[in-house]
């Protein structure tokens, strides 16, 4: 039994500076790691407002072990050797724009992505459309399939799909899975078990056991992949799920594919090897994953990988220099816009030199938090004289940009913090003027089911309980 002279009040009273000492010390452990100052302002806030929940959120979601054991990135594989040999050999022949050729110059710096022409491309605007070529070209597979998806659902679309590659398995053919360990927590183990079991190998990324390893749930592989026999890829934004064909609740969801065919895969394949290596430790290399490209395209890409990992953030970075580079119009499809301010300094700086600027976002977002930041930085490019359309038809999920008729990037990466500071993502730029055209249209008919929004609705129309609900969302997006 407690002595009389200590209170239960006295108690409280000791645990109260007990978690503020904790929390003061971790908080100068967030400023000393250095972040961008914003994104340490944010931690700062939740571990000091938020008692003991603010310090659980943070050790979850906010420490930053992108520099220590995390991944062990210290090795230069024979999977990137042969990809950048190939690469280099085929930029030798390229016919690389005066305009882009500084852009195409930074990613091979900052991620050893290197440019190749010999491809040709499809854009596949539709779920159904995409899931049905995808199950055709799994079916016309003759070496391996390499299929590499966020999330990766035990429903109808799942099963199709699964079963699909179990029977190619089947038939001989090499397939490998990978899926995100948190995109696929509620898919049952036994879902992929029975993959597995039929001779696929199958492997989570980054796998999250409570209470050891909370710290890997910040890191996150948002890729979406599917190489076949080194020839032909599929990249973009769908994931395998029922709503991605019918919508779900939201009605409708939009989405875009690349269909890829060439030199253009190699730079995919290699992602995924590399991936593959991060989640099973086994080296898979060989000129069998590269295969002489098929095809008489001359379509210019570059396919840039972005990590948490490294010094550099490529595609915070490598978007930002992209916007730069476009002069007379930048058209801007993403669920989320939570932009750094690296990216919001250059749509703004375009869109105050009088480019035709234009961002859509899904009207009702999946996430009240995002929806909520996503207004404030709306209001800014508003300002700026750039035009917004909130998508109304469904859930607007694409990852879109396209400018000048020239240039287009599609991709898993949202115009956010996460994408652009904690996710392995990947995007393809293109450097073609018949593919930004055909994406522009994409954009120019999505408009038809949006409904623009107004300055004068965005900053004079809400309420004062609304803007400071936005105002504090803000505060919180970059680690949202």
Request: a neutral charge; glycine letters at 6%; one cysteine or more.
């Amino acid at each position: 039994m407690l002595p009389d002279a200590i209170t239960f009040r006295e108690i409280i009273s000791c645990l109260y500076w007990l978690y503020m000492i904790v929390a003061i010390i971790t908080s100068l452990n967030v400023v000393l790691n250095n972040r961008i100052p914003i994104k340490t302002i944010a931690w700062v806030m939740v571990i000091l407002a938020l008692p003991f929940i603010g310090l659980i959120i943070y050790f979850i979601f906010g420490r930053d072990n992108r520099r220590r054991r995390l991944i062990n990135r210290r090795f230069l594989t024979q999977i990137q050797k042969k990809s950048l040999l190939i690469c280099a050999h085929s930029e030798q022949k390229l016919n690389i724009p005066e305009k882009y050729s500084r852009l195409i110059q930074f990613f091979e710096n900052i991620a050893d992505a290197y440019p190749t022409e010999k491809s040709d491309i499809e854009i596949i605007s539709d779920g159904t459309e995409f899931f049905d070529r995808l199950i055709s070209e799994i079916g016309q597979a003759k070496d391996h399939i390499h299929i590499q998806f966020y999330i990766f659902r035990d429903d109808a679309t799942g099963h199709r799909v699964r079963e699909a590659l179990m029977a190619k398995a089947e038939e001989g053919v090499e397939v490998r899975l990978l899926y995100d360990d948190v995109g696929c927590w509620t898919t049952d183990y036994e879902f992929f078990e029975e993959m597995r079991c039929a001779g696929i190998y199958v492997k989570g990324f980054l796998k999250v056991r409570f209470p050891f390893s909370p710290g890997k749930v910040n890191y996150r592989n948002h890729r979406k992949l599917v190489i076949i026999d080194g020839k032909r890829a599929f990249i973009g934004g769908m994931n395998v799920a029922d709503r991605y064909v019918d919508g779900g609740k939201w009605g409708a969801w939009r989405d875009i594919m690349l269909f890829v065919r060439g030199e253009a895969v190699y730079s995919m394949q290699t992602s995924f090897l590399v991936d593959w290596y991060f989640a099973d430790r086994s080296l898979i290399s060989g000129s069998r994953y590269y295969p002489e490209a098929e095809t008489e395209g001359r379509i210019l890409t570059q396919t840039v990988s972005s990590n948490p990992i490294g010094v550099w953030r490529e595609m915070l970075q490598g978007m930002a220099y992209a916007i730069s580079c476009s002069r007379d119009y930048l058209y801007i499809q993403t669920p989320y816009f939570m932009p750094s301010d690296y990216v919001l300094t250059a749509i703004l700086n375009l869109a105050l030199a009088g480019a035709d600027v234009r961002i859509m976002v899904p009207e009702e977002s999946d996430n009240i938090m995002t929806q909520l930041a996503s207004r404030s930085y709306l209001a800014d490019v508003m300002s700026a004289g750039a035009k917004v359309y909130l998508y109304k038809k469904g859930f607007l999920h694409s990852k879109m940009l396209v400018s000048d008729d020239s240039l287009a990037s599609i991709g898993s990466a949202n115009i956010d913090f996460r994408s652009f500071e904690c996710n392995f993502e990947i995007n393809t730029f293109v450097y073609d003027g018949n593919i930004a055209r055909q994406l522009k249209e994409i954009f120019m008919d999505d408009i038809r089911n949006c409904r623009q929004l107004t300055y004068k609705e965005l900053k004079e129309q809400r309420s004062l309980p609304q803007r400071l609900k936005e105002s504090v969302a803000r505060l919180f997006s970059p680690i949202l």
